[in-house]
């Protein structure tokens, strides 16, 4: 029992992985091929100078009218440079998703002010912070948060962040979607739930948070598999599900 929600995820093909390697398919799993990932990242060449940057602070710069304009105009056009350069080494994913998936923040607040819509808008299955919390961007993830980034996205398999976020281990980013929003009871389409990967992952401090956030302790995916099933013999994560009344007689459908 204690491998059945390993199975499951290894057999919902990562969707983000998959397109890393050129197939844009669903996100469907937690767990991406590394290396795959690292011969296919291409390095985004930036320049970490001022002119990088967004220079819309004229006034505590003392800028005159015209100086801003021209500064403006040079921000504008350096945005689109680097843009072009995002679509240069596109990834299969559109531009605001490689944006997040390298933590481009100046890139991210330009698109979105470009287009609203870009902040929560789907492709291939994935939202924009679908793509920050998978590749555990938490400052590119707090930008869309600010921005009012929608945490309860699902995937079609029924994922959302909070499940890569948990998945990686993440306990910080897991407390940033929480407290904008993100329900601890998350289900995918077959019941997968965070608490259920925490667990089965043994990632105790996360396991932790989550009961006291809410998250149902006695939660079983369609198998019936449930948290005790899977915290192995991790005594620690078997006392706190314990301790917050999870049913020791639970039963997967096998029985």
Do not use: W
């Amino acid at each position: 029992e204690n491998e059945s929600i390993e199975q499951c995820m290894k057999l919902e093909t990562s969707e983000l992985s998959q397109m890393d390697e050129g197939k844009p398919t669903e996100l469907e799993s937690f767990t991406p091929t590394k290396a795959a990932e690292t011969s296919k990242e291409t390095e985004i060449k930036t320049d970490a100078s001022e002119d990088n940057k967004l220079g819309t602070d004229a006034l505590s710069q003392g800028l005159t009218v015209s100086e801003t304009v021209e500064l403006l105009s040079a921000t504008e056009l350096k945005m689109q440079e680097i843009v072009k350069e995002l679509e240069a080494n596109n990834e299969k994913y559109n531009v605001m998703q490689l944006a997040c998936k390298h933590g481009k923040l100046d890139v991210m607040r330009y698109l979105v002010e470009k287009n609203p819509m870009a902040l929560n808008e789907l492709s291939s299955g994935l939202s924009p912070l679908h793509v920050c919390c998978f590749y555990d961007q938490v400052e590119a993830s707090k930008l869309l948060l600010e921005m009012g980034a929608d945490t309860k996205q699902k995937t079609a398999q029924g994922f959302t962040a909070m499940h890569s976020t948990v998945k990686n281990g993440n306990l910080g980013l897991s407390k940033v979607l929480i407290n904008h929003g993100s329900p601890a009871n998350q289900n995918s389409n077959i019941g997968i739930m965070p608490l259920l990967i925490a667990c089965s992952k043994q990632h105790t401090d996360i396991v932790e948070y989550l009961l006291k956030a809410g998250a149902d302790v006695n939660a079983q995916q369609s198998n019936g598999t449930c948290g005790l099933h899977l915290c192995g013999n991790n005594v620690r994560i078997c006392d706190m599900l314990v301790k917050a009344n999870a049913d020791i007689e639970c039963k997967t459908l096998a029985g």
